[in-house]
């Protein structure tokens, strides 16, 4: 069974840094991309990024290019996102999802299995 | 940047067909995607490349695009379909990946 299993709910204070853990199990790591995916409260759906889990490139949207790290531990079968310099808009539910490889381009499809969500609050 | 847009609510009788549009300028070229969203939970893909049902998504949900609009239909609505639906798509490029502004169904 595909589990994705997102760590818990942080609390920060602006200007800080904030590391969510994506723990994946039911398949081969390497062979599924991980999204990460956030929606602020009331808010749309809000791509962030994917990393290939194989080789470990990364695709980021210009929005949170500057701020955004994902990351991936292979031996662990986990994904990480680390977001910069928070501010209070960035209070918002962290979703990763698994998404397919795109066999003739190697880019990543939309993301289909999700996490539960991390919900990270930003506050002095 | 690139948008999609989608009415912000629509609401439907039990048994009736509720249908859900998503408009974008990449949409004749790029395929359309459709999440579920109930309240406090992840998202749920119900539609992929446009028309395509993924397995264990009941039959009543149905998509289909032409020119700039993809449409997302519920044949038959229940209850439990009440929602947030979103749709997600990329400009022609393919580097700009975006979800639309989601419409809530209600079902009563």
């Known amino acids: 069974q595909v589990q994705l299993v997102q760590s818990g709910a942080e609390v920060k204070k602006p200007g800080a840094s904030v590391k969510v853990s994506c723990w994946a199990s039911?398949?081969?790591?390497?062979?599924?991309?991980i999204h990460w995916v956030r929606q602020a409260p009331g808010q749309r759906l809000e791509w962030m990024g994917w990393i290939n889990t194989g080789n470990g490139k990364t695709k980021y949207s210009q929005k949170f290019q500057v701020r955004v790290t994902i990351t991936r531990d292979t031996s662990a079968s986990t994904a990480y996102m680390e977001l910069s310099s928070l501010r209070s808009e960035d209070t918002a539910v962290y979703y990763c999802a698994r998404g397919d490889y795109d066999v003739l381009t190697g880019d990543c499809l939309p993301p289909h299995s999700w996490g539960q969500g991390t919900l990270v609050t930003v506050s002095s | 940047s690139y948008e999609l847009i989608q009415p912000p609510s629509v609401s439907v009788s039990p048994g009736q067909t509720a249908r859900l549009t998503c408009s974008g300028d990449?949409?004749?070229?790029?395929?359309a995607y459709w999440y579920q969203q109930k309240s406090g939970q992840a998202p749920v893909l119900v539609i992929y490349e446009d028309n395509r049902r993924p397995s264990g998504i009941p039959e009543r949900f149905s998509g289909s695009s032409s020119g700039t609009m993809a449409t997302l239909t519920i044949s038959g609505a229940q209850v439990e379909d009440e929602a947030d639906y979103y749709c997600?798509?990329?400009?022609?490029?393919?580097?700009?990946?975006?979800f639309g502004g989601g419409t809530k169904v209600t079902v009563l």
């Open positions: 039911g398949y081969t790591f390497t062979s599924y991309a």
């Open positions: 997600y798509s990329t400009d022609t490029s393919g580097n700009h990946r975006v």
């Open positions: 990449a949409l004749p070229k790029k395929y």
